[in-house]
Nanobody
Framework: QVQLVESGGGLVQPGGSLRLSCAAS????????MGWSRRAPGRQRELVAS???????NYGDSVKGRFTISRDNAKMTVDLQMNSLKPEDTADYYC??????????????WGQGTQVTVSS
């Protein structure tokens, strides 16, 4: 079983920056893709960014050019650097990882979430 623990959320002013971190533990050798999603009050969960084991990243349209995802395979961590934050970035942010069990099966592990509030 893989466990994910996030850190780094908080309150920041518009235009500011925050860095979220997520550490995986347990059977982390089987982790494939990792990423971050968010859920704002009254809105559906949306993918913020994801990254493969070889470092190929994918971003949601609303964060392209402002957020950067990175990964350390040795430490099994994934970070999200968030710059030029906007009030609409306010949400609970969740780390997730796809855990491969066999060549055709697996599951997605989720962290407990960390709150990001962008407000003056």
């Amino acid at each position: 079983q893989v466990q994910l623990v996030e850190s780094g959320g908080g309150l920041v002013q518009p235009g500011g920056s925050l860095r979220l971190s997520c550490a995986a533990s347990g059977s982390s050798f089987s982790v494939v893709n990792m990423g971050w999603s968010r859920r704002a009050p009254g809105r559906q969960r949306e993918l913020v960014a994801s990254i493969t084991g070889d470092g190929s990243a994918n971003y949601g349209d609303s964060v392209k050019g402002r957020f950067t995802i990175s990964r350390d395979n040795a430490k099994m961590t994934v970070d999200l650097q968030m710059n030029s934050l906007k009030p609409e970035d306010t949400a609970d942010y969740y780390c997730h990882a796809y855990v491969k069990l066999t060549s055709t099966t697996g599951y997605t592990a989720w962290g407990q979430g960390t709150q990001v509030t962008v407000s003056s």
